[in-house]
């Protein structure tokens, strides 16, 4: 299935439900946001996509969860890395000109069942997207984007308190100053809405109701700001448990 187009004043978005749900470019006003498919990257390294049932890393790839341990496929070795969404093939469940919502069922290698869902919108001033993850089994479950925004780009942003990481990548728990340069890091209290400026043509701001922000800059054709509902290895450290009947909503928003 090719990507499918919805749209609104100057901006246009490609959404490919086959290929992890995810917005394979958004240009508005003839700039390209996000970073597209190239070759030699992988999966992880481009577009925009939904982290669910987990975002970030799992450290070993090991769930625990009520005294039991579920070992995860280790997609990034060691660990597990962003869940198992991005490279699914998501159901359309709805699609008009301006919108698409996309549909998942939670299936193994995640322990517990349960279905998603992820809406993508747009209007002539923003782009938003929503995940909603309903529980069929209790679990500990994470969600988030990870967005690949296109250089040559300028990002900003300010916050409170990073998380340290530690020698395997993962957050140690302990807050510390935070840096700008050379990052892969976990982020919390945002004190400015993150921005990223593409030339003098296009500045975009960012706007979540998830807890934290990971950024990384590691790469020459993307910078990448992702929203979180927890940080990394949260399912252990920190489980937002989502009851049996009951769901995980979170969004985002991408404004200019």
């Not at 579920?70 to 093939?89: F, T, V, W």
């Not at 193994?108 to 747009?122: K, M």
Request: charge should be negative; hydrophobic fraction near 40%; glycine fraction near 10%.
């Amino acid at each position: 299935m090719a990507a499918l187009a919805i749209s609104a004043g100057d901006a246009t978005v490609l959404v490919d439900p086959a290929n992890g749900g995810r917005v394979t470019s958004l240009n508005v006003r003839g700039t390209e946001v996000v970073s597209g498919a190239a070759a030699g990257l992988g999966g992880f390294e481009w577009g925009l996509y939904p982290m669910v049932p987990f975002a970030g890393r799992i450290r070993d790839g090991v769930l625990r969860h009520r005294g039991s341990s579920h070992q995860l496929p280790r997609n990034a070795p060691p660990h597990a890395m962003h869940g198992y969404a991005h490279d699914a093939e998501w159901r359309i469940f709805d699609k008009s000109e301006s919108a698409i919502v996309m549909r998942l069922e939670l299936a193994p290698p995640w322990p517990f069942r349960g279905v998603v869902f992820h809406t993508v919108s747009v209007q002539p001033w923003k782009v938003r997207f929503e995940l909603s993850l309903a529980a069929r089994d209790e679990m500990p479950a994470q969600v988030g984007w990870h967005p690949w925004f296109a250089r040559p780009c300028e990002a900003s942003f300010e916050f409170g308190a990073m998380y340290e990481r530690g020698a395997d990548g993962i957050p140690t728990g302990r807050l510390v100053k935070p840096q700008v340069k050379d990052i892969d890091d976990c982020f919390a209290d945002p004190l400015a809405d993150p921005a990223v400026r593409f030339g003098d043509d296009l500045r975009v701001t960012l706007h979540s109701n998830c807890s934290h922000w990971v950024v990384f800059d590691g790469r020459e054709h993307g910078i990448c700001i992702e929203p979180q509902s927890g940080p990394p290895n949260g399912p252990n450290d920190s489980p937002h448990l989502v009851a049996a009947g009951s769901e995980l909503r979170r969004w985002f928003e991408i404004r200019w």
